[in-house]
């Protein structure tokens, strides 16, 4: 009966987003891997990463059963232990991690890897829901702000040093869950503004041009506001802090980032780019994708992918091969898929009867969101190189189950509420 | 406000990707070159040029493999390879080796250029064996030209490299592709050249070949070159470039009935084969800048001189179709005329009574003077009279390009109304003005192959098919306009008279003495005045030798038209020449043996020191020295690889055709 009713209850409309991504997504990464190959071989040959994947994805269907069939309540009971286990795996790399490419951030199993950071984006989640569904807490309030705060920065610093700055990005997405649930609004503000500030610094190169936009900007302020609202301390205070954030970002950029840290924001603003060095993965992933035109090269025809031209193309970079291959209609086709399945999500969240399970809701679409935007935007070259995989699509058995798990416990919630009262 | 965040960022960060995305994929055209760039290598097959055969089916021309080593710039690791070994190999210099490298990066990094084209066999053999040390470095094959022949190079041309002009102009080549230049290779080229075969290959980023693009959708294969058969008698071309060794001049011989061109010589001519291979671009601009002797200049086709005596044929055959003089209307010479106060023209005639008959035999300039008079005065108006007589003279093919098949000539000239109008404005000029025209002096000016068609129309009485200089072309039938017959303003009968005047030019004229026993010939000498500006005044050189013949009288079977620089009057050098080109075109042999070789071992080579005193080196002198010793070189490159010495074999590396 149980089981009866999770199948008649749950969110279809998801479930087949899922599966048309989880699909397409092997489809092109078994495109993606041909290159080279003398021959095509089975798209089952599971020596191949486009049989691994089709392994990954056929151990996802057991994973979901589990989902589906545990207590809905499980989740909220045992959040914070799963929490805590999470934090355990991720310290346990710094002991028994596999290093792979400089990045310490895998266990070693056979010859299959698992990536705990991959989890630990569902563990956050679930803690941060539990935290915030406490009744007690308002995020008025300025300690609730540092505890919220610490929730979501524990994972960080854990990962941060493996080093994987790519899924330490990921993590700011939870401002704007909490401030979904009251987060006064000048964090986001500020937030904003920094980038705003940082881009500026970097894109005109001296913090002198971004101060005296700055300037103009507060005076004009001071003049237009009511005599009583003017603050003449309060500007001179923010202006100093500008100033001081400007040339720090300067000092920072110029002096503390490395050269291929440079290298990946001057690409971007379109200084200095060696096409066979820094370059390269940015500019052929923009041929790959720009070569596609309306329609694509057809499946399996994409000549920069069958060349190899691309690198990562199988994970970070799968979307090139859809830019390629599906051309400029199928690039929109999955990019609507991603934006229809978030906003279910939100949709779904917003109906959610219990806070935890409105906030855990808010959790999957922004962390998936976070995801599909880093991804693609560093695909099209308008983002920083960094490692974040597209959901559902890149090659991964972490990152896949990840989302899975991440997706299918929030569908099951859904589907729970019409017990919950 | 809060709710509406994320779905808000959501749909615009979307939509900004997707307009990101757009502008990638459709408004962006670069990225589809790039990638083209990237991932396709486009490979050429080249096919075999056509062979040339003479008009009996001899080889002229076959190919040899010649091989181009190619280079692909970015792919070359010039701090780590061995330059020495590598310049050594090629003997060449390690500046060559930079400079070279440094136009095929200007060129593109990333597409081939031909690094050093035209190996031999045994170059690209030493080469080959290291070739996989050099990385960047490969070999195009390519097939060259290897010549059977030692004569002839002025009518076949040479193949080179292409240009970039070319290269822009014409789509079908990319750089180091090879084309025909000069003579049939050039005017022929589409067909001799064939249809070069290409392939899409998909490479990966490490630029390996991983497969054919779309599964060859686009590929093409390459289509042989066609054969060509000349019209060219080999014997005949050779033997005329043999008399007219030591002399400069040339000589054009075509067949009457169909209008294909039998020889076509120009004198000074040079080996074929030095425009082969490496050596070929010094040895051309050795040929292009002896601007004496001019090698390069093919005289049977461009050199444009005033006809003289060999025109009177035309002043009489136009007189006699406008009914101004018949066979025996009679003008007196005195050893000239005074035509005008104070203008005299000399003759050199016997003088006496002058009609039609002797008038052409003694080539009397009083009697074609008057006769030309005549026939300008006929109207009254003189300007429609010199007209009438242009139109007539045309028809014959003068004054115009031919439209022969080889890709230069020079019009001629051919004097109308107009032409007078800008020399004598506002003059009441007449036929006695301009009587010059009668002998072929004056404004009148015909290249050599215009004299020997005048020949060839005069042998089928009064008509003429356009030269040509190609027969056959395997599986292509003969243009139209070589197959279409010219006929003249002259009525048939006017010939006649004139032809057994011609005849008589042997037997008691200009020519007597040179005529072949048993074969009728029929000929008109000449004598060209020329003159050279030497610092800004016109000096008066030693006359050009002219002679014109068709043969056998009935029936006949060759015109032709033989020049002579600076070789006096017609019958000193022309006329032997023309008579023993005609014995061997239609007997296979002479019979006169000590006269043939008078002209083989004359030579006008001290007169033409005299007259053309030099600024440049004699470059056919040089240029037979460098024959000698790369051949001896080859030998001994030989010799060294196989241990044993086989001789001249170079000339046996012929590709052989199926």
Redesign the interface.
């Known amino acids: 009966m149980r089981h009866q009713s999770v199948t008649s209850n749950i969110d279809w409309i998801s479930v087949v987003i899922y599966i048309t991504l989880v699909i397409m997504g092997w489809l092109n990464i078994y495109s993606s891997s041909l290159?080279?190959i003398?021959g095509e071989t089975s798209i089952f040959d599971f020596t191949q990463i486009y049989g691994k994947q089709f392994l990954f994805i056929l151990f996802s269907i057991p994973i979901i059963f589990v989902i589906l069939s545990v207590e809905a309540k499980f989740y909220d009971k045992y959040a914070i232990v799963i929490f805590a286990f999470s934090l355990l795996s991720l310290a346990g790399l710094f002991v028994v991690g596999k290093t792979i490419a400089g990045q310490r951030c895998w266990y070693g199993i056979g010859s299959f890897t698992l990536q705990p950071s991959e989890f630990a984006k569902v563990a956050t989640a679930l803690a941060l829901s539990k935290y915030l569904s406490d009744v007690q807490v308002n995020l008025k309030d300025f300690n609730r702000q540092i505890q919220a705060l610490m929730v979501i920065f524990l994972p960080v610093l854990l990962i941060l040093p493996q080093p994987d700055p790519g899924s330490a990005l990921i993590y700011s997405v939870f401002f704007?869950v909490l401030?979904?649930e009251?987060l006064p609004g000048w964090y986001l503000l500020t937030g904003f503004i920094a980038i705003v500030l940082f881009v500026l610094t970097l894109a005109t190169n001296s913090p002198f041009i971004v101060i005296g936009i700055t300037t103009v900007v507060l005076v004009i302020n001071y003049f237009r506001s009511r005599i009583v609202d003017r603050n003449i301390i309060a500007s001179v205070l923010l202006l100093l802090i500008v100033t001081g954030f400007s040339f720090s970002v300067n000092y920072v950029f110029n002096h503390v980032f490395k050269q291929h840290h440079r290298d990946r924001f001057n690409i971007l603003l379109g200084k200095e780019v060696d096409m066979k060095g820094i370059g390269y993965n940015t500019n052929?992933s923009?041929?790959?994708?720009?070569?596609?035109?309306?329609f694509g090269k057809g499946y399996l025809?994409g000549?920069?992918t069958?060349?190899?031209?691309v690198p990562e193309q199988h994970t970070d970079y799968i979307f090139t091969t859809v830019?390629?291959e599906w051309?400029?209609v199928g690039?929109?086709f999955v990019?609507g898929l991603?934006?229809a399945l978030?906003?279910r999500i939100?949709y779904l969240a917003?109906r959610q009867k219990t806070k935890f399970s409105r906030v855990y809701g808010?959790c999957v679409?922004?962390i998936l969101?976070i995801h599909f935007?880093v991804n693609?935007?560093m695909v099209?070259?308008?983002f920083p190189t960094i490692g974040v995989p597209l959901p559902f699509f890149s090659y991964g058995g972490s990152g896949l189950w990840g989302f899975t798990i991440l997706l299918f416990v929030f569908l099951k919630m859904d589907a729970n509420k019409v017990n919950e009262w | 406000m809060r709710k509406a965040l994320l779905p808000a960022i959501v749909i615009i960060i979307a939509s900004l990707l997707l307009i990101r995305l757009f502008y990638l994929q459709i408004i962006d055209d670069s990225f589809k070159l790039k990638s083209e760039n990237n991932a396709i290598k486009i490979k050429y097959d080249y096919p075999e040029r056509g062979y040339v055969y003479d008009r009996y089916g001899k080889l002229l021309i076959a190919n040899q493999p010649s091989y181009d080593i190619m280079v692909v710039p970015k792919d070359v690791k010039e701090d780590e390879m061995n330059i020495k070994e590598f310049c050594s190999l090629l003997d060449i210099s390690e500046t060559f080796f930079h400079e070279k490298m440094k136009k095929a990066r200007k060129y593109s990094p990333m597409l081939p250029s031909v690094f050093l084209p035209q190996l031999n066999k045994l170059e690209y053999a030493a080469f080959q064996e290291k070739i996989r040390k050099f990385n960047g470095f490969y070999i195009q094959k390519r097939s060259l030209r290897d010549y059977q022949v030692d004569y002839g190079a002025n009518v076949f041309g040479f193949i080179t490299q292409v240009n970039e002009n070319i290269v822009k102009k014409n789509p079908y080549y990319v750089g180091g592709d090879l084309i025909g230049r000069q003579g049939i290779e050039e005017s022929y080229e589409t067909f001799l050249r064939g249809q070069k075969g290409v392939k899409y290959i998909l490479k990966d980023k490490f630029n390996r070949e991983i497969g054919s693009y779309k599964e060859g959708k686009y590929d093409t294969i390459s289509k042989q070159g066609e054969d060509i058969t000349l019209t060219i008698d080999g014997e005949l071309q050779k033997y005329g470039e043999q008399l007219m060794v030591n002399k400069w001049g040339g000589i054009v011989a075509i067949e009457p009935k169909t209008g294909e061109i039998l020889a076509l010589v120009s004198a000074p001519n040079f080996n074929p084969a030095l425009l082969v291979g490496r050596k070929r671009s010094k040895n051309y601009t050795l040929l292009h800048n002896d601007s004496v002797a001019k090698p390069l200049y093919d005289r049977g086709l461009l050199a444009e001189y005033p006809p003289g005596s060999p025109f009177k044929i035309l002043t009489a055959l136009v007189a006699l179709q406008e009914g101004v003089i018949d066979e025996n209307t009679t003008f007196f010479c005195h050893h000239g005329f005074s035509y005008a106060r104070g203008r005299f023209m000399k003759c050199h005639c016997h003088g006496g009574a002058m009609q039609l008959h002797n008038g052409i035999y003694e080539s009397c300039n009083t009697y074609f003077g008057n006769v030309y008079i005549r026939t300008i005065n006929k109207y009254n108006n003189h300007s429609y009279g010199v007209d009438v007589w242009s139109k007539h003279v045309k028809s014959f093919g003068l004054g115009d390009f031919m439209g022969y098949d080889l890709p230069i000539g020079k019009r001629g000239k051919i004097p109308t109304s107009k032409t007078y109008k800008k020399i004598y404005p506002g003059w009441n000029w007449d036929g006695k003005t301009i009587v010059s025209n009668a002998i072929g002096q004056g404004e009148v000016l015909m290249t050599p192959i215009q004299l020997a068609n005048l020949m060839a129309t005069v042998a089928n009485r009064g008509y003429y098919y356009t030269p040509h200089i190609v027969k056959k072309i395997k599986g292509e039938v003969l243009d139209k306009k070589f197959r279409t017959r010219h006929v003249t303003t002259i009525d048939r009968k006017y010939f006649e008279p004139v032809i057994s005047g011609m005849f008589d030019v042997y037997n008691k004229g200009t020519a007597f003495g040179l005529g072949v026993e048993g074969i009728d010939i029929c000929g008109k000498t000449g004598t060209a005045e020329n003159y050279l500006k030497v610092n800004g005044k016109r000096v008066k050189l030693q006359d050009h030798s002219i002679f014109v013949a068709f043969a056998p009288k009935d029936n006949p079977k060759i015109a032709i038209a033989v020049f002579v620089e600076n070789g006096y009057w017609g019958k000193r050098w022309a006329g032997p020449i023309t008579t023993l080109m005609i014995e061997k075109y239609l007997r296979r042999k002479i019979t006169r043996v000590d006269f043939e070789k008078r002209m083989l071992e004359g030579s006008l080579k001290d007169q033409y020191a005299k007259l053309y005193p030099r600024k440049h080196q004699d470059s056919l002198a040089l240029l037979n020295e460098r024959v000698k010793d790369s051949m001896e070189g080859l030998n001994k490159k030989q010799d060294s690889i196989k241990g044993v010495k086989p001789k001249n074999e170079s000339k046996k590396d012929t590709l052989k055709k199926k």
């Open positions: 290159s080279s003398a704007i401030y979904r009251g052929q923009e041929i790959a994708i720009g070569s596609g035109g309306w025809e000549t920069q069958k060349g190899g031209f830019g390629e051309g400029f690039s929109v990019i991603f934006v978030i906003l939100i917003e808010y679409a922004s969101f935007f693609i935007a099209i070259g308008v």
